[in-house]
């Protein structure tokens, strides 16, 4: 990237590593130093919390707002009623609007955390659900239909390699890259928002947006998209052995989402101290080369800094409290994953490879059974050799620390 910009925002997004492509990179940075810029990026309530997989575009907002500008975070009620199609090889399940209104209402507990909706340049919170749920469809195909031409639109990689993999693609979802357009075109009309941003799968949907709102309205907006994340060994960022890593306190603790930070691999922690902390450049490639031990160091730093954002500094300095009482000293932290039982769940004794199971630590008995005859499995740090052992209520008058290798613990306890 050679280009040299005359704005703050777009500087970030260069030297942080937040730019994969822009429409337009001089004539939005001209609007970025000329005034401030309202920019939005669409989520659809999916489920009741964003993941780790969101946390760039996330990150993209709050410091577009840092740096002066107005971030719209743009709820997908009415587009979550269609499914976005990129890059899937099926249909996602349909969805009640009840169950998107609750998955709306988990997502702005999220946002809350990385912007402010007050101040100079407030954050938007809006819904889409505002300006489609009540499109008469006989308009809407005249008015807006007659812009798109599916010829182009069964050219874009998301439907494309759908189709080319002979997968179904219903009507349904090839709708959804004219109602996301239609966003972008009732943003710029209502808000006057000028940009929007995304993944770089997104990037076929922002064009059309671009163009549909050109020739409707004839205004000058834009598009830019960041890289969609992998980690270096070509793991989907965001997903973890145990499933995907969510932002909210009610779907993963603090300490688990502190642990995964912790656990990134030596080669992507310069890049993921950019992305995902607002430490300085210089110390996150600092950071960044560190080699050998002293890069569990780094790794500390992110994690902290990581967690502090999503969960406030208290909650990250509890967890690197916990892990180092787990680590180093091989006690028992207060924040580790727990598996509470009643006395029902206990009975006359419940076994070993249960408990592995239903702390998360194993998917089945047989990988518990498997984890123990392997050696990996310890029980409050001694290593377990039996899988008929049987654990009853007074086994667990104290709290039992399960582990499955060096890096994955939890408690059991009676409650």
């Known amino acids: 990237m050679t280009y040299h910009p005359k704005s703050d925002f777009i500087r970030v ?33 999916t489920a009741k919390s964003l993941h780790v ?16 500008h107005q971030p719209i975070t743009l709820m997908g009620g009415g587009t979550t009623k269609v499914g976005d199609p990129s890059f899937r090889a099926d249909e996602r399940p349909l969805l009640t609007p009840d169950m998107i209104d609750s998955n709306i209402a988990g997502i702005k507990q999220v946002f809350s955390k990385y912007l402010s ?24 195909l005249r008015d807006i239909g007659k812009h798109f031409s599916v010829n182009r639109m069964l050219s874009f990689e998301s439907v494309k390699s759908r189709l080319d993999r002979e997968q179904s693609l219903s009507f349904l979802e090839f709708n959804y890259m004219i109602l996301q357009a239609y966003d972008f075109l009732e943003l710029n009309r209502r808000y006057g928002c000028l940009l929007q941003m995304g993944g770089s799968d997104q990037w076929g949907n922002i064009v059309n947006g671009i163009d549909l709102t050109r020739r409707v309205l004839d205004h000058e907006i834009y598009g830019l998209t960041s890289p969609l994340l992998t980690t270096s060994d070509g793991k989907k960022m965001g ?15 603090s300490y688990e989402f502190w642990q995964f930070w912790r656990n990134t691999t030596d080669a992507d922690v310069g890049r993921f101290l950019k992305l995902y902390t607002e430490l300085p450049v210089e110390e996150c490639d600092r950071l960044g080369a560190l080699e050998g031990v002293a890069i569990n160091d780094a790794k500390i730093i992110l994690a902290n800094e990581v967690t502090a954002l999503c969960h406030g500094r208290d909650a990250a300095e509890a967890a690197a409290a916990t892990a ?50 392997e050696g990996g499995a310890k029980m409050n740090d001694e290593h377990l050799g039996d899988a008929g052992l049987m654990i009853n ?3 667990l008058a104290s709290p039992i620390k399960l582990s499955a290798g060096k890096k994955r613990h939890a408690l059991v306890v009676l409650g």
């Open 13 to 45: 997004m260069i030297e942080r590593g937040f730019l994969a492509d822009c429409t337009d990179y001089q004539g939005l940075d001209e609007a970025f130093a000329a005034g401030i810029v309202p920019a939005y990026i669409g989520f659809d309530a």
């Open 53 to 68: 997989g969101s946390l760039i575009q996330i990150m993209m907002l709050r410091w577009l707002q840092k740096t002066g």
């Open 117 to 140: 909706y007050e101040g100079e340049t407030p954050a938007l919170m809006l819904n889409n659900a505002e300006w489609l749920d009540g499109l008469n469809y006989l308009d809407f």
């Open 239 to 253: 997903k973890s052995l145990s499933g995907a890593i969510w932002l909210n306190d009610e779907m993963l603790s």
């Open 324 to 373: 180092k009482e787990v680590f180093e000293k091989g006690g028992v932290g207060d924040d580790l994953p727990t598996l509470t039982l009643d006395a029902a769940d206990v009975g006359d004794g419940i076994s070993i490879v249960q408990l592995i199971v239903k702390s998360g630590l194993a998917g089945s008995g047989k990988e518990a059974k498997r984890l123990i005859s």
């Open 393 to 395: 209520a007074d086994d």
